[in-house]
Every structure is written in C-alpha cells, then in structure tokens.
C-alpha cells in the first residue's frame, strides 16, 4: 500500500479533521443519546446549515452563520421544550421544517454556481482548511475540557434532570450548556462531514456505545474511539475508492452502529422487560 | 403558630398559567416535626413542596426558610440543604450509570462545582445504601432496579445529602405492598436517627406513616385543615375532604391511637 499520500498537507489535515471531528461529535452525541434529544439534535443541524448557506448567500464566513443559527435555535428550543407551551415534538417538529425550509430559501437565492453550497450538504474532509482545522482543534478541546471538569454535573443531568435541580446542582444551565455544545460542535465539523451528514456522526458512534456499555466513562471512550475510527475509515475509504468523504464517514459509522447492536449484551435486558411486562 | 419555625409560608399564591395550584396558603413548621399531608389529587400538595424547595415560583405571598427568604438567588443554596424524593419513575434500563453512583448525586450539590467526591463520601454512600438495604445492588444499573429498590435508593441519595429538610413526594405510590411498608419503615427510621424535619406528601390515607406528628389536610389549592391525626383521620372530615364516602382504615386509624 503506497503512503506516500500522508506527506501532504491536505491528507494531514484530513486525518486530524477525522481525530477531532470523531472526538467532539461522539461526545456531544453521548449526551444527546443518554438524554434522548435526537430530534433536538437533528434540528440543531439543520439550523446549522442554514445559517451557513446565509453565509454564503450574504457573502460572509458561512460559519459565522452556522453557529449563530445552531446556537439561537438551541437557545429557542430548549425553553419551549421546557416551558410545555406546546408538545416538544411539535415546536421541535416546527423549528425543525423553519430551518429546512431558510436552508433551501437561502440555497434558491444563491447567484451563480452553488459548490460550495453543495460542499456544505455533504461535506469534504479531504478540502478541510488550517482555519477551518484551527476552529475545529479549538472546539474539541473547549468540549472535552467542559466535560471532564464538569462531568460529575453532566452525570447528573443525565441521570435525571428534575433530581439534578432538587440537590441544587445548576441542571438548566448544564442542560442548555450541552444543547449549544451540540450547536458548537455541528458548526465546527459542517465543512468536513456536511450538513446533511453530520448528525449521523453525532448519534452513531454514541448510540453504538450506548449498547456496549453501563458505565458512563466507557461508554464515552468508547464512543470516542467510534468516532474517530468512523472518520478515518471513511477518509480512506473517500481517497482510495473516490466516493463522497461525508457519505463514507457516515456509512462506517452506521455500520459500527449495526454490528454494536447485533452483539450488545443489553438486548438482553429488553428480553428481560418484555417477559417482565407479559408477566 | 409555632416556635421558631424551619419553615413559614404566609399567603402563598403559585400558578401555572391559567391555574392556580396554591390559593393564598400559610404554614409554619418547626425544627424536626414530621407532618403528613394528604388531599385528592390536583390539591396542590406538590406545588406545597417545591415552594419549600424553591423550584415553585412565588405569584403572591413569601415563603422562608432555613431562616432564608426564598428567591430566585436562594433557591440554589436551599435546595443542597433540602432532600427530596419524587415518585418512582420509568428510568431506561440501558442509561450507564450505577446505583452508587446515582445515590453520590446527593452529594453534588453540596460539594459545588470543580470539586470531585472524596474517598470518605464514596464510603458514605456505601455505607448509607447499607442502611437502606440496597447495598448488594450498589454497582447495578439505576434503570435494573424495581420500584422499591428504586425508592430505597432514591432516599439514600437524599440522605448523603445530609437534609435539614426530607421532602417525600408520594414515595410509595406504584410499588407493591411489601416495598412500601419497607420504605415507610425505613423512613420511620430515619426520621428517628436524624430527626430531620420531613415533609410526608401521599393521596392514599393508607401510607400515612404512624410516626407522623401532624396532618394537613388540602383541597383546590388550600390547606383545608390542619391538626393532630386523631383530629383529622375522622370518616366525616375525610369524607368531606375526597368528597365521597371514606372509610378510616385500619392501619390509618393507629394513627390516631
């Protein structure tokens, strides 16, 4: 096998794109699956690549737009959701279709050839820029830095919110803390998987590890390592058979997913419930 | 009026939206008491717990305690002096975190941010799943447990909190009969050992525990009667309070002896 490839630059960047990209989605995304916010989540992306292809429309830095529509739609969602004015599925279900919707406006008054707009949907690992690289280092470390520091907060959190705020540990702001992370992370990782893929980076590795494991710390070590393997086997899978790096990265991932619950020794604990339940 | 009161609430008015949960209620508690409160469901008995904890949002009237008014500001610094459990509840039987790791939750707030559990407050909370008779359960999944063992463990990570105030919110309800008079036991207990003050929430006059030393009695938001059991646990009163006939039971009716 000829590596020669690795001594380029744009392969380098690849490969740590893949590292941190793989890291802060599988973080983000144990939080999101053990929380059970994957619509949450899903409307965060689309609201990603919307305010991204604003940016492209408008002439500035279209990840000046994703971030600022992932992070006022986490910051929308989370109190509706909260508030109970309306079933969350439903202001979720809204916000949702507003941002698919903007995506597709925006996209429809874009002038001239829309590349780099179409980068955006499915991304390119392989075109990632030491800008785009710098941001993404940033943000990984920015996520993995909050967690471990406030892990004992998130735990909680996660094990249940009402509780959480009944022993007086600050659970809405750790909870609208993970919800504009996830805003953060989508933004940082929008050229390299694309906004149409990147969800499927956040869930997969995390759910996957969701059904390895009934320990917190493993399950995110193990989504990490998800992560990353899905982001690099896609990249290699991108270079030497010439398909779309996002798809690939997110096929692995998928797979990965696939054979975690195929050999989960949880289904066993579902087995237990159903007889549990017909008893 | 009692002295010193743990807790005062005067004319407190909550409400969610269009309805009023808590219509003009005042209380006092004082240091260690154990106070039953009983009503129909929708009668503002919750809403009366989480004044006392903060989370409920004051419309009208004030609330102390702890000798603090309660606020927005204090609710925090309340709350890690305040234990509470809630009704069991469906938890998934995949989430990854252990029994002893739920029970450390107790501990968080009081520990504050940036600070991680110490080796003595691990062996605490060993040492407290001890007490409430989980301890073999300690590295299971909090979703693999039943409802009793699920309540037991819910009370012990209220008791790492070390309370000044124990809030139980229909702690028994949905669990078989052999688990809730374990648990009603267990809080006996407790409330003998600590002599927390405890605020005991239930719908059904059969779980009233007979350690209890007064009863309220609540009804459409209002505290409707308040008073020692044997002035409250009467058929005619009951039976007023539901609105339909009620029968003392006999366990409820120990109460009153």
Redesign the interface.
Known sequence: MNLSILQYQFMQNAILAGLCGGITCSVVGVFVV?M?LSFIGVCIAHAAFAGALLGLWLGFNPLVGALLFSLTSAGIIGPMADRGELNPDTSIGIIFSLMLGLAFFFLGLMPGSRTEALNLFWGSILTVTQQDLIFLAVVTAIIVGLVV??Y??I??V???R?????????ATIVFYGLLFSTGVTITASLRSIGGLLIYCLILNPAAAA??L????K??LLIAVAFGVISCWAGLAASYFLDVPSGASIVITSSIIFGLATAFSP?RK??GW?QIQLAG | MVDNPIIKIKDAVVSYREDVALQGVSLEVSQGEFIGIIGPNGAGKTTLLTVINGLGKLVHGQAWVLGMPVNRRNGTRLRKRTGYVAQVENIDPRLPISVRETVMVGCYGRLGLLHRPTRAQWENVDKVLDIVGVAHLSQRPIGHLSGGEYQKAAIARALVQQPEIFLLDEPIASIDPQAQQEILSLIQLIHREYHTTTLFVTHDLGTLPPICQRVILMKEGKIWQQGSPESTLREEVLSQLYGTPTSVAADTASLCS
């Open positions: 053990t059970h520091i406030f004992k907060e735990q909680a996660i094990c249940h009402d509780i959480a705020l009944a022993v007086g540990i600050p969701y059904q494991t009934y320990s917190l493993r399950m949880k604990v579902k419930q």
